[in-house]
């Protein structure tokens, strides 16, 4: 049986801190939790993507402004709206089938339990979540220990 070999996708969630000027989205956000996360599929993914809660899916590249919107709060109703977008984008983007895919998810619980990582599945990609059930303390650990 021939090896197979599938194309990581990191998705990184957006967060609240950002430069209040219009900049390349991976320059945008400003904390520490997203550098490490940055660092990270920088180093794990053969190509990633911003998942903002007021854009969707952002390339790294793709110029933005501040904003001030969050996923968290926002109802089941609204939180469902966002990931079939996010999958939609995504299919814009990587094609119908998601079989030779691996998706890495660095992202809350709001970005991925709606809708997007069952979407992903479903859609016959694996998905992995190195940080899922970490608080944001222990979050920043695992992120600065994989330099």
């Known amino acids: 049986m021939k090896p197979t070999s599938r194309t990581r996708i990191g998705l990184v969630g957006c967060v609240s801190e950002k430069r209040d000027v219009i900049t390349p989205a991976q320059d945008l956000y400003t904390s520490t939790l997203f550098s490490g996360r940055l660092r990270f599929v920088e180093h794990t993914c053969d190509r990633w993507f911003i998942l903002s809660a007021k854009h969707g899916v952002v390339e790294p590249s793709q110029p933005l402004d501040w904003y001030d919107e969050t996923l968290k709060g926002q109802g089941v109703a609204a939180k469902r709206t966002w990931s079939k977008k996010v999958l939609s984008q995504l299919t814009d983007l990587l ?28 859609k016959g990609a694996l998905v992995e979540n190195p940080v899922k059930g970490l608080g944001i303390g222990r979050q920043l650990h695992f992120y600065a220990s994989q330099r």
Do not use: C
């Open 95 to 122: 094609g119908e089938d998601w079989h030779g895919f691996e998706f890495e998810f660095h992202a809350g619980a709001d970005y991925r339990d709606f809708g997007v990582e069952e979407g992903l599945r479903r």
